[in-house]
């Protein structure tokens, strides 16, 4: 099955730094890759998805790029905040959204003041 | 967008007594629900996947007679930890494909057995 690795596990920046997390995964067939945050005590929420037809996504401060040769997608945020800190998960999905999620293991960002 | 209602989002209750969790899809069908389980300071373990009208399908080493899965209309699934104990102490949580590709995530359920 589908194995995804996620890294660092934890990461620590200032404020207005930029952070950067990665995640390979192991089947090419593999299409849909989101990043989901979590809050303590909360279910993930998505920031941001990519699709394989797909090589980077943007929204505001967050962008992700996928490389599907590589099979490794990365989640960029630039001009932290200390709201961003939280963890957050890669994963990745085969076929259509009644297929399961894979989840990279997170990573805890937090950002300091 | 689409909401999925998880409740409760706390419950403690005593070791071998029963416990339900709901997962409603609100403005949108869930054929499919997923069911996770998440230890401190870890990933979210698919525990179950459920189907609308048939029998969930459980994960290599998920009992299925401890976690009983229900998904009897579009807009409803349960969860329910029978004869719990405290291993079974976690946060529960559930999710729907809301379209596509995209999945909505409940707000999860923190379950202490003591």
């Known amino acids: 099955g589908e194995n995804v690795e996620q890294h660092p596990s934890t990461l620590s920046v200032q404020e207005g730094d930029s952070a950067v997390i990665k995640c390979t995964y192991s089947?090419?067939?593999?299409?849909?890759f989101p990043w989901y945050k979590q809050e303590l005590g909360k279910g993930p929420q998505l920031i941001i998805d990519?699709?394989?037809?797909?090589g980077e996504k943007k929204d505001q401060r967050i962008a992700v790029t996928l490389n599907k040769t590589a099979k490794h997608f990365s989640l960029h945020i630039t001009e932290t905040q200390p709201e961003d800190s939280a963890v957050y998960f890669c994963?990745?999905?085969?076929?259509?959204?009644?297929?399961?999620?894979?989840f990279g293991e997170g990573t805890q960002l937090t950002v300091n003041p | 967008g689409a909401v999925v209602s998880q409740h409760p989002s706390r419950v403690i209750c005593k070791s071998g007594t029963s416990v339900k969790i709901e997962c409603r899809s609100l403005?949108?069908?869930?054929?499919?629900m997923f069911w996770y389980r998440q230890f401190p300071k870890k990933s979210l373990m698919l525990m179950a996947t459920?189907?609308?009208?048939?029998?969930?399908?459980?994960e290599q080493g998920v009992e299925k007679d401890k976690f009983l899965i229900n998904h009897a209309s579009l807009t409803l699934s349960t969860l329910t930890v029978t004869s719990a104990h405290p291993e079974d102490s976690s946060f529960y949580i559930c999710?729907?494909?809301?379209?596509?590709?995209?999945?909505?995530f409940g707000s999860g359920t923190r379950l202490t057995v003591v």
């Open positions: 999710s729907a494909p809301d379209g596509v590709y995209g999945y909505t």
């Open positions: 089947d090419s067939a593999s299409n849909y």
């Open positions: 990519i699709r394989s037809n797909v």
């Open positions: 994963a990745a999905s085969i076929g259509t959204s009644g297929s399961r999620l894979t």
């Open positions: 403005d949108f069908q869930a054929t499919t």
């Open positions: 459920s189907n609308e009208g048939s029998k969930a399908t459980y």
